[in-house]
Every structure is written in structure tokens, then in C-alpha cells.
């Protein structure tokens, strides 16, 4: 429905000129772009108006290419197809078709529920075990042992089916089955490791198949074609004759199907109603054989030597001697114990002691039998299948002779085996899933389909034990190849109204699943090859022209090839139940996981689920997998857990809004809840690093040395976040802001630095660093240090707010009680392919920072970059310290924080004279006075730093003792105060005060008595940048004064002079003792209160760590960050 414009609406000149024009335009020309009422008169934009135009839809004409029409989106979804087996998602398909108009028309499917899924269930279920084990699996394992399997089997498939059927409603499923299930509602890793798993069972169940064919071939079927004849071979050599058949016999099938099934898979899909059909048949002919037993028994006869069962192949009567008109002769069977057909003949001995006794095979439903088949009897490899209530004249001492003529134990059997070998008869729950792409209403027919299809099968599988158990002997159950029924199919000699109903059927049957696996596996190999999610597995994504995967299904046939020369149907059983029960279980843990998440998009139509049901589904899938084999459990799941994390690490990252993705978000929101209740204990601390960066005008970060040390500083543990600064608007840089995300991520993932990058734009940088302090990480997941590079050429003149910045950012992690690290020419610093053969680490622990100075040390040694190198820790004694008895604590300390480090106490740190600090500073305000430029006087105050520490090293100075002291100033003067007031840069609690402290601010007569009271701001500008002009400091007699007051400037400036002292001479120490360490971490001064001082406090930290080829400078956050306790 268009609507038009109302009565009382009245259309814009503009839009009026267009519709007419359009209305009035000759058929086939194109409107005049002029007359177009959109706003761009491009081509484009002309073809949107005859798009658009009557459709009232020019208001959201600039949204339309990212925001379509609903009618465009409806018939998108309306013409959606999926492959019936290949993996196609609609996003990918969407934008690869051809327009929708050009589009061919699809054929709707047309499958409902009875041939779409119920009957492909049914064909996948029903199988080899159903018609070569089950009756051997009522015999061993007795009708309750066997009926408590299959119902923890059938159980374990109805919970899995009602799981599956919630995931599959919950929207359009394409083919790819449970694969496409698990890794769209678990993530690529689990998907791809659990589709694996799903396709390697889905191959081996192809091997069983096969193998169980060619076993009804060779032993039911058709003897004579052994290649390698059996007769007359015993023990081991009739069995390795055995399984070099089925391995002869086995490749030869498989080759024939592959390349049927390479051919074209129409003839497959094609024969599929033929062995459905076949399957039926069989299952029917059963159940009417049982019905016939108990009206009229069939003769099978059993002949048995004492209690044991005897291979009836060479004789013809169940009996030693026979009588006729010529008197008593021997039978075939006499001749097969004794050395001649004569009476006389010497006998085994076991065979002269026991009667021979002919029983009925089968007894029928009506004969009681049931009660002595209800427990099972195990047995070992080689055991005599005896008949357990009849008794036998036996010496147990007498070694078992003529073996070859008693039915065998051909495997050890236990419980745990009959689980395994049982299990691949209920698998084949997911091909109606896997059809979804066929059927008419998918999420109607999967759950009803499947559902019923295992109820169905579930019940025949039930009744199927009790019926065996009620009808045939034990004995004949226990035989499982039928050697005592003259080598028949056991279960085909209750069939009616043939054996061959069953074996002709059953071979048929067992083909067609074999043609279905090497149908289905390849096309799921396709799916996950197309995935991406598996980079080693891209070329199986290749098919010929028609879509057929030829390279999976080479990959299938040698797999097979693999379960084929294993040759067994009971070794290849338990391997490919492990597969199928891992790919349940993850089903199972979908489902539950996004019942428990309550994802907002999982809104199944399938409403009969539950997430408790799902779980215990899940735990019975782990229970089964160890029951069937605990060593193949293992190995499955380190196949899965391998292929996970080789998708994690090398796969393609995939966004499917999975429910790990899910689950991780409510473990997250759960921690971070934790998290808010306190702070770490000491224990648990650890640097949680907000790493700052700049970046140049191309957004490329201009210190990736520093992502380096921290990556060796976090070893990817805690918490790490990258953040760069912009300035500008957030609307007009959000292109630049994604391209420096871009290069921060990019840089990370160089470095290998686990984390998170932030970017913030604002209108300065000293504010965009601000809001990176304060806003960054969630709750608390905060960080609590600040790594940041030294201000690089911050003397320069245009540098100069770099410098201010740097210091406010110290002013701000001290406020915040953040601890921060400061690497000094950290270009110089190791890159992680570095490594360090040997060298030291220095610790100068001047100050106690919480423990920051041994912590630092410790974390940087784990890595493999500086691993050999050694822990050197230096402090400094006072003029009262005992430096022998500070030592022996520091290195108790140690010992009880667990660190090894050589320690070494600075005893007494000698001083010198003030001249040569004084001289700087009298040279550098002489300067400001006669106004030379900044570039001038910083060379002129390096030259006279140069000449000082020459002459330092040449002149044995005066004792004097320096006190090293980095202690909290007192607060500074009010703003009110003149700036001639604004005397101490960096206060010292322990200076006493001077005339021009704050503690006794200058009278107005004091500051004109001299007029070197009035410049007592050393090395310092006003906040704007310009030099402080005093009073007549222009005036050659002020210049003159300068130099004439030595005296003053002794006492105007004892805080300073201490400071830049403390500083050069604690640098001269440290180059002596650590000039060849690798590495030198150090306190880091607290900054001044009084901004007017930030100048100064550069230099300090210049002068403190000059000569020094890498520095770290280390504040501390206020708390304690090692402990000695456990």
C-alpha cells in the first residue's frame, strides 16, 4: 500500500514540477536530472529519484544503501535457497547473487515430515549393529544388561533430539547439520573442532558400514570367494585369514561407492528409497518371525558336546554313532574326535566323557527361555561358548584340545565394550536437520520428524532385546557368526519367511549407509573448508562444476581406507561412537548454554526444552564416551582440544553471535561485579598497565619500543590497555581515530601485547590524556599504573607544552594514586627478539615506593629478554645510618621476599661546595635579566653544567653532607601572593626557612631594600611563557648588582641549590656503579605544587639520569605491592 499525500497536504513546488514531469514524460526517455527533487543531481542520485519517486520514501533516500526497503529485505528472505549438503550462509550468498530481479526462480521445497525427515532418520539408525551384533549383544550381555544400554542410549538420543530441535527452530538452519548448529551457537573454535569430530564420524561409520557389508558378503553370503580361504586354518591364522579378506574385500567396495558417489549423487539419493525400503523389510520380517515362533517353532537344531556348542560345518548328524541294518556305525562327528571311524579308535577325551545333545536353537516366545537369558556372561578371548545349565564331565586340569570344533570367544567382552559397539546403532539423529534446506516448513518437521523417528527406533531396539531374549537359546545368541546354526545369520534364522529375507536385505541396507556417509562427510569437510575457520583445510573447499566437493571426498575415502584395514567391525564400532558422542554432547551444552544466557535472539518455536534436560543429555554423552573407552575418550577429546586450539590460534575470526561469546560477557560481568567489592590483596597485585603512546600525522605509533617492555613487563598476564590521544572534534576525526585504533591493534598484535586500545579525541592533548587517566578500563578492571615514554627535545622552544603536559600527567597519577613508569630513551630499550646473555639489573631504592623498585625487576626476569640477566639492588645510607647492619636487613628482606639480588649500601654519598651549582644558576637568571633567547641560554647553562662536572671530578670538594630527601612539600603559596612572593620551587621539609619562603612572605620593604630579593624565581617563566622582568634587571647598574650578591642567592635559594646538588651528585654514583647495567630503575621525584617550578623539576630528572643509556623511572601508587608472606 503507497500512500499518498493527505487532502490537506500541499507538495513543494519542486516535488510538484518532478511528479508531473514523470507523469507526463514519454515512455522510455529519461527525466531531465533538473527536474529530480533530491538534493544530488548525480546520475546515482537521478536513478534513486526513479527508484523512489510515488513512493514517498525521498525522506529516507540518503539512508537506503545501507537501510533498505522492508520490500527488498522481504523478497531477499523470500528468495533465500539453501544447497540441501553444502554450507551457504545468506549474508555471503546475498551479496554474491546476481540482483533479485535476474535472479532464476528457485523451486520452493517441497519435503514434509514423513520423507523428509522421519524416513531418513529411521534409514540412518537402523544399521549394521541392528542385524550383525544385537543378538550377540542380548547373549553376552544378558536382556537386562543389554536393555539397561539401550535405554541409557536412547535416552541419550531423545534428550540430544530435543536439544537439537530447539537450536534448529531457533531460525533458518542451512544444510551443514549439526556443524553449522554447534559453531553458530558455541563459536568457530568449538564448531570447527566439534564439526571435525563429526565428520571423522561420519567417515568411520562409513568404514563399519563397508566392513559390515563385506562380513555378510564373505561369511553369510558367499564364502567361496575368499581370497584367502579359511578352511582348514585355526586359531590365529583363521582370523588374520579373516581380516585380510575384509581388507582385501573392503578396499575394493570402497573404491566402487567413491566413485559412485564422485559419478553423481542423484544415483545415490536416488537408490535411497531402495535400501529404506530394504531396511523396513528386514525389520518387518523379524517381527513376523517372532510372531511365527510362538505358533510354530522353526527347526534350527544346536548340537552340543557336554555344555559345548559345536561348529556345525563338517558333519551332517548331531550324534557319535548311528544305528543301522549293518549294526552300530560312526558318524562324520566321531571322526572329528578319533583317530579312526572305528569303534576302537582312541577318542579325545572330552569327547569320550560327554554325550552329545541336539537342542533347539530357537524354542520360541512361548518356551520360557527368557528367564535363563535375562543375566549376561561374559567371556575372554577364546573361551568355549558353553551352554550355562547343562552340566559336563571336565578335568580342569586337561588342556582344551580339538579347539577348532567348539564355537570360540573371538574378543574379550565386558560391559563397557557392549556400550561401545551398540552406540553407532542410534546415531543418525541429525539427517533431518541436515535436509533442512529440502523441507517445506523446517522448523515444524525437525522436531516432529526426529522426535518420532527415535521413538520409533527406539522401541524397535527395546523390544527387539526382550523378543531375542524370549526366543533363542543362549548359546545361539553368544554365536556370533552363527557357526552353530550351520553358519547362518542368527537373526535371519528367526526371520520369516526366509534367513535370506535378512541377509540379502541387511547387505543392501549396510551399502546404501555406506553410500550415505561418503555422500554426507565430503560436503561437511566442504562446509567448515568454506568456513575458513581451519586454514589448513581451505583446499577441501574446492569442487568441480556441479558443486561436488571431489577433494573432501579423497580426504573421506582415505580415512576410511584407515577404519577398513582395521578390519574389525568391533574395533571401528567405539571410535566412531566417541566422535558422534562429542558431537551430542556439544549439542546438548548449546542448547543450554543459551537457554541459561537468555540470548535475546534465542527464541526457539520448538518449546518443549529445557536447559536441565539439555545438561543431563550433556552428562550422559561424557558418561558413555568413558563407559565405551576411556583411552578413546581421551584421544578424542585431545583431538578436539587440538583442533581448538589451532583454530584459536591460526583460524579466521568469525563473529556468529555465539553463546561462548555469550558466556564470556556474564563470566566478565560476573568478575568485574567481584572485582567492585575490594581492592586486590597485596598478593594478587600486579601491574595493570595504561600504556601511552603517541602517534605521528599518518597515525603510526612513534614509540613501539614501548609496547615492547610492555609486553615484557606483562608476560600477557593482567590487564594491559594501549591508548593514544587526538586533537580535535570526535565528528570530524573519527576516521583518523579508527586508523590510529587500527595501528595500535596492529602494533599489539606485533609485540604481542595482550589488551585493549583506546583512542580519545578532545580539544587538546593534555585533556585527551586526561580522560584516557580517568575513563579508561570498567569497574574495576581499572588499571593501576601508567607507563609513558621521557618528553623527547622538551628544551626546545616549540616543545615547551609538551613538557608542561608531561609533568601535569605526573601531578594526575599521583592524585590518582597511580603508579608510574617512565622509560628514559626507551628507543634504546630491547625489542622481544632481543635477548640478553648476561648484565645487570640496578635497582637505586632511594625511597620506599610500596615495593615497585624489587616487584619491576622480578616480572622483567621472567621474560626471556632479560632471563640471564642479574638483580643488583643500591641504596643509599644517611650520616646516622649503621650501613653494615642496613645491609644485613636489606638482604633479610630480600631473602624473605624471595628475590635474589646482589645488594650494595652506598655509605656515605661525599659532597662538594655549592660554586659550581651556583654558578649555573646566578649564569641562567643573568640571562633571563639581559633577555637572551631560550635556544642561547640553554646552550650557555649546558656549557657551565659541562665546566662543573669537570671540575667536579678534578677537585676534592668539602664534606658537606647532602641529605637525599624526596619528601612531600608543604602546600604552596595562595594565588593571591605576588609572584616575587613565589620563591621555593621544589620545597623540602627539612630546609629551614628562609626570607623568601611562603612561611614568612617579604614585606614591600624588604622587596625594595635589595634588588636581588625581587628575582628569587630561578630557571622559571611565568605561566605564559615569558621571563620574569624584575625591576632593573634593564639597567647596566641592575646587571652589575648580579653579579655582586653571591651572599643572597646562598640564601634566597637553598632548596633549589640542594636539589639540582642532590641531583648531580647522585647521578655521578650512579654512573659509576651501574655505567654497564642493562637496565637502571630509580625513584622518581614528586613534581612541585607550585606550577611555576615544572621547569626546574625537568631539570632535575635531566640532571638525575644524564649519561645513562636506559632508565626507568619508577613512581609508586601508594600502596604496598609486595608482601614476604604467603
Known amino acids: ?471 533363542i537359546d543362549g548359546v545361539v545368541l553368544r554365536d556370533k557368526f552363527g557357526e552353530g546354526v550351520h553358519g547362518n545369520l542368527v537373526i535371519g534364522t528367526l526371520a520369516w519367511p526366509s534367513p535370506w529375507v535378512i541377509v540379502i536385505g541387511s547387505f543392501f541396507s549396510t551399502c546404501g549407509a555406506g553410500l550415505q556417509s561418503l555422500t554426507g562427510a565430503p560436503r561437511l569437510m566442504q562446509a567448515i573448508a568454506k568456513d575458513g575457520i581451519v586454514p589448513a583445510l581451505r583446499i577441501f573447499g574446492h569442487a568441480k562444476a556441479n558443486g561436488e566437493p571431489t577433494w573432501s571426498l579423497l580426504l573421506t575415502a582415505c580415512i576410511c581406507e584407515i577404519g577398513i584395514l582395521i578390519a574389525s567391525l568391533d574395533l571401528v564400532a ?134 615492547s617492555l610492555t609486553n615484557q613487563l606483562k608476560a600477557g598476564k593482567g590487564l594491559t590497555i594501549v591508548g593514544t590521544a587526538l586533537v580535535g572534534t570526535f565528528l570530524e576525526n573519527y576516521e583518523q581515530s579508527q586508523r590510529a585504533e587500527q595501528a595500535l591493534r596492529k602494533l599489539m598484535e606485533t609485540e604481542k601485547v595482550k589488551g585493549f586500545c583506546q583512542v580519545t579525541v578532545s580539544s587538546n592533548l593534555r585533556d585527551a590524556t586526561s580522560h584516557l587517566i580517568q575513563a579508561s578500563g570498567l569497574g574495576g578492571l581499572k588499571h593501576n599504573a601508567v607507563l609513558v615514554s621521557w618528553p623527547r627535545n622538551w628544551r626546545q622552544g616549540d616543545e615547551h607544552q609538551t613538557w608542561r603536559n608531561f609533568v601535569e600527567l605526573v601531578r594526575e597519577t599521583t592524585a590518582a594514586d597511580l603508579a608510574l613508569l617512565v622509560p628514559k630513551n626507551v628507543a634504546a630499550f630491547p625489542s622481544n627478539g632481543e635477548r640478553f646473555t648476561e648484565g645487570h639489573i640496578d635497582v637505586w631504592w632511594i625511597v620506599h615506593d610500596g615495593g615497585m623498585l624489587m616487584l619491576l625487576p622480578f616480572l622483567l626476569r621472567q621474560h626471556k629478554v632479560w632471563r640471564k640477566c642479574k638483580m643488583r639492588i643500591f641504596t643509599v645510607a644517611q650520616l646516622d645510618d649503621n650501613s653494615i647492619q642496613m645491609k644485613k636487613d636489606l638482604t633479610t628482606f630480600l631473602y624473605h621476599l624471595r628475590i635474589d639480588a646482589m645488594v650494595e649500601v652506598i655509605q656515605k654519598v661525599e659532597s662538594y661546595t655549592y660554586e659550581k651549582t651556583l654558578v649555573m644558576e646566578q649564569r641562567s637568571q643573568m640571562l633571563k635579566q639581559i633577555k637572551m633567547t631560550r635556544t642561547e641560554r640553554e646552550r650557555e647553562i649546558q656549557s657551565i653544567t659541562d665546566s662543573s662536572r669537570g671540575s667536579i671530578r678534578r677537585k676534592n670538594p668539602a664534606a658537606v653532607t647532602t641529605q637525599l630527601s624526596v619528601t612531600e612539600e608543604p602546600p604552596a603559596a595562595s594565588k593571591d601572593e605576588k609572584p616575587e612572593e613565589e620563591v621555593q620551587l621544589i620545597h623540602d621539609n627539612t630546609t629551614p626557612a628562609s626570607p623568601a619562603t611562603p612561611a614568612t612572605p617579604l614585606t614591600p620593604a624588604e622587596g625594595v631594600q635589595s634588588p636581588g630579593a625581587q628575582v628569587q624565581m630561578t630557571w622559571t617563566e611565568k605561566c605564559d611563557g615569558e621571563p620574569a622582568k624584575p625591576p632593573g634587571a634593564a639597567t647596566p647598574e641592575g646587571i652589575k648588582d648580579l653579579f655582586n650578591m653571591k651572599p643572597e642567592w646562598e640564601n634566597l635559594n637553598q632548596s633549589n641549590v640542594r636539589r639540582m646538588h642532590t641531583a648531580l651528585r647522585l647521578n655521578e654514583v650512579i654512573i659509576k656503579k651501574s655505567s654497564e647495567a642493562k637496565l637502571v630503575l630509580l625513584n622518581m621525584p614528586g613534581p612541585p605544587k607550585n606550577r611555576t617550578g615544572d621547569e626546574n623539576y625537568m631539570e632535575f630528572l635531566e640532571v638525575l639520569t644524564d649519561g645513562l643509556n636506559r632508565v626507568l623511572l619508577v613512581r609508586g601508587g601508594g600502596r604496598e605491592v609486595i608482601t614476604i608472606y604467603s
Request: glycine share 8%; proline share 5%; net charge neutral.
Open 1 to 471: 500500500m503507497v500512500l499518498g499525500p493527505g487532502p490537506g497536504r500541499r507538495e513543494p513546488e519542486g516535488e510538484q514540477s518532478a511528479v508531473s514531469l514523470k507523469r507526463n514524460a514519454p515512455r522510455g526517455k529519461a527525466i531531465p536530472k533538473e527536474s529530480s527533487p533530491f538534493i544530488n543531481s548525480s546520475d546515482a542520485a537521478a536513478e534513486k529519484s526513479q527508484q523512489y519517486d510515488g513512493k514517498n520514501m525521498a525522506l529516507f533516500e540518503e539512508e537506503m544503501d545501507t537501510s533498505p526497503m522492508v520490500s527488498s529485505l522481504l523478497s531477499s528472505l523470500a528468495n533465500y535457497s539453501n544447497l540441501p549438503q553444502g554450507s551457504k550462509e545468506h549474508e555471503e550468498a546475498e551479496n554474491n547473487e546476481a540482483e533479485s530481479s535476474r535472479k532464476k526462480p528457485v523451486k520452493a521445497p517441497q519435503l514434509g515430515t514423513l520423507m523428509g525427515v522421519y524416513m531418513p532418520c529411521i534409514q540412518n539408525i537402523f544399521g549394521v549393529i541392528l542385524f550383525l551384533r544385537m543378538t550377540w549383544l542380548v547373549g553376552i550381555g544378558g536382556v537386562v544388561g543389554t536393555f539397561v544400554i539401550v535405554t541409557m542410549c536412547c535416552t541419550t538420543n531423545m534428550l540430544t533430539a530435543i536439544s537439537m530441535s530447539a537450536i534448529a527452530t531457533n531460525g533458518v538452519v542451512p544444510a551443514g547439520g549439526s556443524y553449522y548448529m554447534i559453531s553458530r551457537s558455541l563459536g568457530p573454535e568449538f564448531g570447527g573442532a566439534v564439526g571435525i569430530c563429526f565428520y571423522l564420524g561420519t567417515t568411520f561409520a562409513g568404514a563399519m558400514y563397508i566392513l559390515g557389508a563385506i562380513e555378510l558378503l564373505l561369511i553369510y553370503i558367499a564364502p567361496q570367494v575368499a581370497i584367502f580361504p579359511l578352511e582348514g586354518l585355526e586359531g590365529p591364522e583363521a582370523e588374520a585369514a579373516l581380516l585380510n579378506n575384509m581388507r582385501v574385500y573392503g578396499t575394493i567396495l570402497l573404491t566402487s561407492m567413491a566413485t559412485v558417489v564422485f559419478v553423481g549423487v542423484k544415483y545415490v539419493n536416488k537408490l535411497a528409497l531402495v535400501f529404506l525400503a530394504c531396511v523396513i523389510l528386514s525389520i518387518l520380517a523379524v517381527y513376523a518371525g517372532v510372531i511365527k515362533t510362538g505358533i510354530d517353532a522353526p527347526d534350527f537344531p544346536v548340537c552340543l558336546l557336554g555344555n559345548r556348542t559345536l561348529i556345525w560345518k563338517t558333519f551332517d548328524v548331531c550324534s557319535k554313532t548311528v544305528e543301522t541294518a549293518n549294526g552300530t556305525v560312526t558318524t562324520q562327528l566321531w571322526r572329528m574326535f578319533c583317530d579312526s571311524p572305528f569303534l576302537n579308535a582312541t577318542c579325545d577325551k572330552y569327547f569320550t566323557s560327554n554325550n552329545v545333545t541336539q537342542i533347539q536353537g530357537i524354542p520360541g516366545v512361548a518356551s520360557g527361555i527368557l528367564s535363563e537369558n535375562l543375566f549376561g556372561t561374559y567371556y575372554e578371548k577364546g573361551d568355549l561358548i558353553a551352554r550355562t545349565n547343562m552340566d559336563s564331565v571336565e578335568d580342569q586340569d586337561d588342556p582344551l584340545t580339538n579347539a577348532n570344533r567348539y564355537v570360540l570367544a573371538d574378543i574379550a567382552s565386558f560391559f563397557t565394550l557392549l556400550v561401545g559397539i551398540y552406540f553407532p546403532s542410534v546415531t543418525g539423529i541429525m539427517a533431518g536437520s541436515n535436509r533442512s534446506g529440502d523441507l517445506r516448513d523446517a522448523q515444524k518437521s525437525i522436531p516432529v520428524g526426529t522426535i518420532a523417528a527415535i521413538t520409533t527406533t527406539s522401541f524397535v531396539y527395546m523390544s527387539s532385546v526382550i523378543l531375542f531374549g524370549a526366543c
Open 574 to 707: 567405539p571410535i566412531l561412537s566417541m566422535f558422534f558422542l562429542m558431537c551430542y554432547m556439544f549439542v546438548n551444552l548449546a542448547c543450554a548454554l543459551q537457554t541459561l544466557l537468555r540470548t535475546p535472539n534465542w527464541r526457539p518455536r520448538f518449546k518443549f526444552y529445557h536447559w536441565a534436560l539439555s545438561f543431563l543429555g550433556m552428562s550422559l554423552c561424557l558418561t558413555l564416551m568413558f563407559l565405551c573407552s576411556w583411552y578413546y575418550a581421551i584421544v578424542a577429546m585431545v583431538i578436539a582440544g587440538s583442533i581448538y586450539k589451532y583454530i584459536e590460534f591460526a583460524g579466521a575470526e568469525k563473529e556468529w553471535g555465539d553463546g561462548i561469546r555469550g558466556l564470556s560477557l556474564s563470566a566478565a560481568r560476573y568478575a568485574l561485579m567481584r572485582l567492585e567489592e575490594g581492592p586486590p590483596h597485596t598478593k594478587n597485585w600486579r601491574p595493570q598497565l595504561l600504556t601511552l603512546v603517541s602517534t605521528d600525522a599518518e597515525q603510526n605509533v612513534e614509540q613501539p619500543r614501548l609496547l
